[in-house]
């Protein structure tokens, strides 16, 4: 059985440190999303080093393929996926909901819809979103699932942590990693751009992630050109470590009652980076 306990409190927002079967995590955390029992492009050992304490997987997808039944056979989801921190899985009802077009009938009991593997009927009911949850040996099972709107501003994830909302997941890292963006203190950079084929800094000034240390801007930006799998790699490092940092941060703060001055602090450096950006160009 997992247990809560409460560190610190700055308003409604909170810092505690969650225990489960597979280890502690601290909060706020925001947990890296492993759709299909992998966080695109990272090695768990990576993960661990990055900073994540814990992971997201996806019920519906690991429903379809390889099936509940395959990993349970396989000793679950931690062993099957080499990851011996906390997982929670979420319900599926996000995707169901954000692949509407798929949608057949809905009613009290549940959704029916075609798969998007094989366009065959299909049908979750929250009983079988649990079963599948059992299945996969996740530490925490979600039950519904309730997002914010797609178009909820950037300040999407400080003001939440000071509403006291405990733990976040979004694919956004390794998404904008996968078309070249990179998530910067001077906001979001497109590194194919040409501006950066001659940029010997790194992608964030400061940062300590495996591409920071390591390698420049035209360097990334060549390997993104090039359709080398490794810029691919090194900007879903470098996302991933920007986010687990900002958010480490926050629990920082809550710990010291300052987070209002951090939200405030971090809003107004980017919106000055912005700014520059603007102006430089």
Known sequence: MSTFELHAADGAAR??????????????????VGTKATVKAIDPAELRQLGAEILLCNTYHLHFRPGADLIAELGGLHRFMAWDGPILTDSGGFQVFSL???????????????SVYDGDEARFTPELAARIQAQLGSD????????????APHSDLAEAIERGIDMFDCVLPTRNARTGSALTWEGQLNLKGARFARDPRPLDEGCTCPACTRFSRAYVRHLLNQQEILGLQLL????????????AGARDAIERGRLATY??????????SKEAATWAT
Not at 100 to 114: A, K, N, V, W
Not at 236 to 247: P, Q
């Open 263 to 272: 939200k405030e602090e971090a809003l107004a450096r980017l919106q000055r």
């Open 140 to 151: 925490i099972a979600m039950c519904l699932d309730v997002v914010p709107p797609s178009d």
């Open 15 to 32: 810092t505690g440190v969650l225990r489960t079967a597979h280890g502690e995590l601290r909060t706020p955390a925001f947990m890296p």
């Open 100 to 114: 509407r077009h798929t949608i057949l009938r809905q009613d009290d009991e549940g959704l029916t819809f075609r």
């Open 236 to 247: 879903s490092l470098h996302n991933l470590r920007f986010v687990l940092d900002l958010v």
